[in-house]
T-cell receptor, first 115, second 110 residues
Framework: DTGVSQNPRHKITKRGQNVTFRCDPISEHNRLYWYRQTLGQGPEFLTYFQNEAQLEKSRLLSDRFSAERPKGSFSTLEIQRTEQGDSAMYLC?????????????FGPGTRLTVT | AQRVTQPEKLLSVFKGAPVELKCNYSYSGSPELFWYVQYSRQRLQLLLRHISRESIKGFTADLNKGETSFHLKKPFAQEEDSAMYYCALGSTGTASKLTFGTGTRLQVTL
C-alpha cells in the first residue's frame, strides 16, 4: 500500500498520560497536514509542514500538542497530559509539492479515546 | 473567517432518484471548493474540485459565487453512492489548508 499510513490505528489512554501518533505520508509528497475530527464534525485543521518546516499551526493546537517532521518524511503528533476533550480521530494527509496542492491524500486516522 | 455549511446531516433517497447535497460557504477571497467522500470503512478521498469542472462517478458541482454555494448533484443515485460527503474550502495562505463542513450522510435505498 503506497498511501498515507498512520500508527497506531486506535489508542486508549488515561487522562493525564502522554500519547504520540505517527504519520507516514506518500513518499514524494512534501506537504503534510494534521487534522482532528470529533463526532458529528468535519475534519479541523491542526498544523501543516512543508518538508521539515512547520509553517502553520491552528489555534486549536494548544501548548500540550506538539508536532514534528524531523527529516521531511514521517511526522509525529504528541499530546501531553491528555484530557477527555482530546478524544477524537486524528487524521494525517499529504499532498504533492506542485500541481494539486489541495488534493490531499488522507490516512486512515488514529482514534484516540481518553478515559 | 472562512466557513462551510452543510445543512443536512442525512439525506435519504431511492435508487434512481436525483441527488443534491447542499453546501454554502463564507470566504472573503476567491474560493476554491471541493467535495470529499468517505465510503464505509474507507479513508477520506477527493471526489471533485470546482476548478476542473469535471464529472466524477456521475457527480457534478457548480460554483455559484452569487449564492456562495457549491451543491453536489447526481441525476440518478446508485446504491454505491451511499457514503459521507464533505464539502471543503481551500484557503489561499501558505498552508493551502482545507476547511470542511460537518458532512452529509447520503443513504441510497432500493
Amino acid at each position: 500500500d503506497t498511501g498515507v499510513s498512520q500508527n497506531p490505528r486506535h489508542k486508549i489512554t488515561k487522562r493525564g498520560q502522554n500519547v504520540t501518533f505517527r504519520c507516514d505520508p506518500i513518499s514524494e509528497h512534501n506537504r503534510l497536514y494534521w487534522y482532528r475530527q470529533t463526532l458529528g464534525q468535519g475534519p479541523e485543521f491542526l498544523t501543516y509542514f512543508q518538508n521539515e518546516a512547520q509553517l502553520e499551526k491552528s489555534r486549536l493546537l494548544s501548548d500540550r500538542f506538539s508536532a514534528e517532521r524531523p527529516k521531511g518524511s514521517f511526522s509525529t503528533l504528541e499530546i501531553q497530559r491528555t484530557e477527555q476533550g482530546d478524544s477524537a480521530m486524528y487524521l494525517c494527509a499529504s499532498s504533492p509539492a506542485s500541481g494539486g496542492r489541495y488534493e490531499q491524500y488522507f490516512g486512515p486516522g488514529t482514534r484516540l479515546t481518553v478515559t | 473567517a472562512q466557513r462551510v455549511t452543510q445543512p443536512e446531516k442525512l439525506l435519504s433517497v431511492f435508487k434512481g432518484a436525483p441527488v443534491e447535497l447542499k453546501c454554502n460557504y463564507s470566504y472573503s477571497g476567491s474560493p476554491e471548493l471541493f467535495w470529499y467522500v468517505q465510503y464505509s470503512r474507507q479513508r477520506l478521498q477527493l471526489l471533485l474540485r470546482h476548478i476542473s469542472r469535471e464529472s466524477i462517478k456521475g457527480f457534478t458541482a457548480d460554483l455559484n459565487k452569487g449564492e456562495t454555494s457549491f451543491h453536489l448533484k447526481k441525476p440518478f443515485a446508485q446504491e454505491e453512492d451511499s457514503a459521507m460527503y464533505y464539502c471543503a474550502l481551500g484557503s489561499t495562505g501558505t498552508a493551502s489548508k482545507l476547511t470542511f463542513g460537518t458532512g452529509t450522510r447520503l443513504q441510497v435505498t432500493l
